[in-house]
C-alpha cells in the first residue's frame, strides 16, 4: 500500500505562484509514475501532470509554460510549481500514484482570487 499527502494548497491573487508537495509512505519501490490531477466546482477531474520514475513529463495544454512537474529521485516526494495562476486554476489538486496499485491522496485546495 501507499500513502499519499498533499500539502501547499492556500489562497492566492492571479498572477501569483504557489508550490504543492506530494509526500508518499509506504510501498513507494511499487510507484512508476505519479502526477496531479484537479477538480474545479461541477466538473470533471483532470489532468495536470504527469512524471514518470524517468523523468518524464507531460502537461495538460491549460497549464503547458506555468507549472512545472518534479519529483525526487526516490518517488518518495512530488511537486508541482504553479506560476502565472489564474483563476480558472481554482480547484482541488489531488496527488496520484501508479505502481502495483493506483493511489490518490485527499486533495489540497487551491483558489485564485481575480
Known amino acids: 500500500q501507499v500513502q499519499l499527502v498533499e500539502s501547499g494548497g492556500g489562497l492566492v491573487q492571479a498572477g501569483g505562484s504557489l508550490r504543492l508537495s506530494c509526500a508518499a509512505s509506504?510501498?513507494?519501490?511499487?510507484?512508476?509514475?505519479m502526477g496531479w490531477y484537479r477538480q474545479a466546482p461541477g466538473k470533471e477531474r483532470e489532468l495536470v501532470a504527469l512524471i514518470t520514475s524517468g523523468g518524464r513529463t507531460n502537461y495538460a495544454d491549460s497549464v503547458k509554460g506555468r507549472f512545472t512537474i518534479s519529483r525526487d529521485s526516490a518517488m518518495s516526494t512530488m511537486y508541482l510549481q504553479m506560476n502565472s495562476l489564474k483563476p480558472e486554476d481554482t480547484a482541488v489538486y489531488y496527488c496520484?500514484?501508479?505502481?502495483?496499485?493506483?493511489?490518490w491522496g485527499q486533495g489540497t485546495q487551491v483558489t485564485v482570487s481575480s
Open positions: 509506504g510501498s513507494i519501490f511499487s510507484i512508476n509514475r
Open positions: 496520484a500514484g501508479w505502481g502495483s496499485g493506483d493511489y
